[in-house]
């Protein structure tokens, strides 16, 4: 299935494979200010090597048989192992989402993400309707509906939301009608109003933070999204220097090296290092967008498109969090955040984007 020999360097797009590494980067000397010990920063660095490995396979294999053969048995291996996460399972900050697995802690929804994504776009490819009918939109919910329910199982609320997103992505890809898309809108605005009282007491007042900044305890559930803004308002133009942050380092802002990694870098390196990480992104973005417009196949471009839909909804999410235009969701920046599961998770979706590249000259 992988063949090196007749593959060249000069077709890779080493921009799609160099942005997510920098980020990466980037993110380790983030989480190197911010974190507790140099632990978190090697297993980051294991995590990339191990990422950026399974990317040059992948880009190497043909993904059409990554599609069509290997993604059912992916998706059902990543359901067995979301199910052995609530049977055997770490819990780590009130969630039950990690394997230990040699010294390392392997959170599966991370890779069930991926997994979704390779159903998804297997069972659209073959459609060639005009839009989606509603027995297409109703299999497309039955596949995404298992890892959502598992993951809700361990108490993640923001994976879980990101599933969402990744169906909605698929949903628009294949033609939504207007008048579904129009009924869908609705339906989520009454349902995240009609779910708010039946919500945890810490998820409203996460929400209420937000809403009623003015009424918040800055010492209750109010106290992280505070710190957060006061890291990001602090580091100004140019940023207080890195490794000599405040809110992150000296532990005002708490687990700063995971979903707040943004506000550590906005302290310590200011506008300009948030306009780095952004340039950074875009290109990511650009590249993957550009490889989805080049795929000769439907797959291909459905494949990537639906990365590109994940990867943006967790920055739009993250960074929402950071300066308080959002609650917390427990939702990570891709490849900034410590989180070595999700880095490899990332990097699937570019070793497959490189391999859809590889094949674009190809029948």
């Known amino acids: 299935m992988v063949d090196f020999s ?15 590494v920098a980020l990466t980067a980037f993110g380790c000397v983030a989480i190197s200010s911010s974190a507790p010990d140099s ?33 059912p048995f992916f998706y059902a291996g990543v359901l067995v192992l979301l199910v052995l996460v609530l049977v055997v399972g770490t819990q780590i900050n009130g969630n039950k989402a990690w394997l230990r697995v040699a010294g390392f ?22 459609l060639r309707q005009a839009s989606l009918s509603i027995r297409d939109m109703i299999i497309m919910g039955a596949i995404v509906f298992p890892p959502v329910i598992l993951v809700y199982a361990e108490h993640d609320t923001g994976t879980t939301l990101t599933f969402g997103a990744i169906l909605g992505t698929f949903y628009f890809l294949g033609g939504m009608r207007k008048i579904f898309l129009a009924v869908g809108v609705v339906a989520v605005a009454v349902g995240l109003v009609g779910v708010y009282p039946h919500l945890k007491k810490y998820q409203q007042e996460r929400i209420n933070v937000i809403i009623h900044p003015e009424e918040v305890d800055p010492r209750g559930f109010g106290y992280q999204t505070i710190q957060s803004v006061i890291a990001v308002g602090s580091g ?26 943004g506000a550590v870098v906005a302290e310590e390196t200011g506008l300009i290092g948030i306009l780095l990480m952004m340039v950074l992104y875009l290109m990511f973005i650009w590249r993957l967008i550009a490889v989805a417009k080049s795929s000769r196949e439907r797959a291909g471009s459905l494949m ?20 308080a235009m959002m609650p917390i969701m427990g939702i990570p920046l891709p490849l900034m955040s410590y989180g070595g599961t999700a880095v490899m998770s990332v990097f699937i979706g570019v070793g497959l984007a490189l391999s859809v590249r590889m094949k674009r000259f190809v029948n």
């Open 6 to 20: 007749q593959r060249r360097l000069k077709d890779v797009d080493w921009l799609l494979l160099l942005a997510p």
């Open 39 to 71: 632990g978190y920063v090697k297993k980051q660095i294991v995590s990339l090597g191990i990422g950026v490995a399974i990317a040059i396979v992948i880009m190497f294999t043909d993904y059409r048989k990554i599609v069509l053969n290997i993604a």
């Open 105 to 126: 802690s392997l959170q599966p929804s991370e890779f069930a993400k991926a997994a979704t994504i390779l159903m998804l776009a297997r069972y659209l490819a073959p």
């Open 236 to 261: 100004g133009v140019m940023g207080k220097g890195i490794g000599h942050g405040t809110q992150g380092k000296l532990g005002f802002l708490p687990f700063a090296w995971t979903d707040f990694i």
């Open 304 to 323: 990537v498109m639906g990365f590109v839909g994940l990867i943006t909804f967790h920055i739009l999410c993250n960074l929402g969090m950071v300066v």
